[in-house]
C-alpha cells in the first residue's frame, strides 16, 4: 500500500470512529496515554537505577527505553494525538476532510491522552516503585528541566520534537511486520528523547508521573509553569508533525506519479 493510501485509510478510519463510535474513540485514545505511560515509566524506573550505578548514563538509558511506548501505540491500534496531527494534516492538506474536523479530532485524542495517563500515574503514585519518590529522581529532574525553559526555545524545540517523532510514524507504515517496525521506531524516538525535545503528550506522561509518585516536588511545579509548558508544546508539535511532515508529504505525494511514496 502506497503512503497515500495508507495515509487516506487512516484518516478516513480515524475520522469514523469518533464521528461513529465516539466512546471507542476516547477509548483507543486514553490506552495510547497508558501505554506511553507505561513507557515512560519503565524509562524512568530503569534509567534511575542506571543513574545511581553510572551518573550521567541515566538519562541515556531513558532516551534509548521511551520508544516502547510509541511502539506498543502503533501495534497495539491506539490513538496518540502527536501522531494524529501527522494524519489530520495529511487528510485536510488533500482536502479529504476539513481543518476544522481535523484540528477538533486531535484536541479529543489530546483530551484522552491526557485522562490515560493520569490514571497510568494516579496508579504508579501508588506503587513500590514510583511511590514517594525522591526529588532528585530522574521523572522529576527531567520535568523540572522541561518546565524551566524558555518559552520561544520550547516552542522550537516542540516543533522538532514531533518532526522526529513522525519520521517514526511514517516509518512505521512502510514497515512490513512488527520486527521491523521496532527497528524503526526505538532508535528515531530515543534521538528526540536524547535530544532533550518537547513532545506533549511524553510531558503529560513525565509530570503526571513526578506529581503523583514525588514525595516532593521542585518550586516550578505549578499550574501557570504545566499549562505554559503544555499550550506552547501543543502548538509547536501541530506545526512540526502536522505541517512539516503531514502537509509536506501530503504534497510531496500530489506530485508526478513516479515520484510518489
Not at 487512516?10 to 477509548?27: C, D, I, Q, W
Not at 501522531?83 to 476544522?100: P, V
Not at 532508535?187 to 513526578?210: D, K, Q, R, S, Y
Request: glycine share 12%.
Amino acid at each position: 500500500m502506497s503512503l497515500n493510501e495508507s495515509a487516506a485509510a487512516g484518516t478516513a478510519k480515524k475520522v469514523a470512529l469518533l464521528e461513529k463510535s465516539p466512546a471507542r474513540f476516547a477509548a483507543r485514545s486514553t490506552l495510547g496515554g497508558v501505554y506511553l505511560a507505561i513507557g515512560t515509566a519503565f524509562a524512568g524506573a530503569v534509567g534511575q537505577a542506571v543513574e545511581q550505578l553510572a551518573p550521567g548514563l541515566g538519562s541515556v538509558t531513558f532516551a534509548m527505553l521511551f520508544g516502547l511506548g510509541l511502539f506498543a501505540i502503533v501495534i497495539l491500534g491506539a490513538d496518540l494525538a502527536t501522531g494524529n496531527m501527522m494524519f489530520m494534516a495529511y487528510g485536510a492538506t488533500t482536502k479529504q476532510i476539513s481543518w476544522g474536523k481535523a484540528i477538533w479530532l486531535v484536541v479529543v485524542t489530546t483530551f484522552f491522552n491526557l485522562v490515560g495517563a493520569v490514571i497510568f500515574a494516579a496508579g504508579m503514585g501508588m506503587s513500590a516503585k514510583l511511590g514517594g519518590i525522591p526529588i532528585d529522581h530522574l521523572l522529576v529532574t527531567l520535568s523540572e528541566g522541561k518546565l524551566g525553559k524558555d518559552p520561544a526555545g520550547m516552542f522550537v524545540e516542540a516543533m522538532l520534537a514531533n518532526f522526529v517523532v513522525n519520521m517514526a510514524i511514517v516509518g512505521a507504515m512502510f514497515a512490513k511486520d512488527i520486527v521491523s517496525k521496532f527497528v524503526v521506531i526505538l532508535p528515531i524516538i530515543a534521538a528526540f528523547v536524547g535530544l532533550g525535545l518537547e513532545h506533549v503528550i511524553a510531558n503529560f506522561c513525565l509530570m503526571t508521573l513526578a506529581i503523583f509518585g514525588a514525595a516532593e516536588l521542585p518550586a516550578v511545579f505549578d499550574f501557570a509553569h504545566i499549562a505554559l509548558n503544555w499550550s506552547i508544546v501543543w502548538v509547536g508539535n501541530f506545526v512540526g508533525g502536522g505541517l512539516l511532515i503531514g502537509s509536506l508529504y501530503a504534497w510531496l505525494n500530489s506530485g508526478p506519479e513516479e515520484y510518489r511514496d
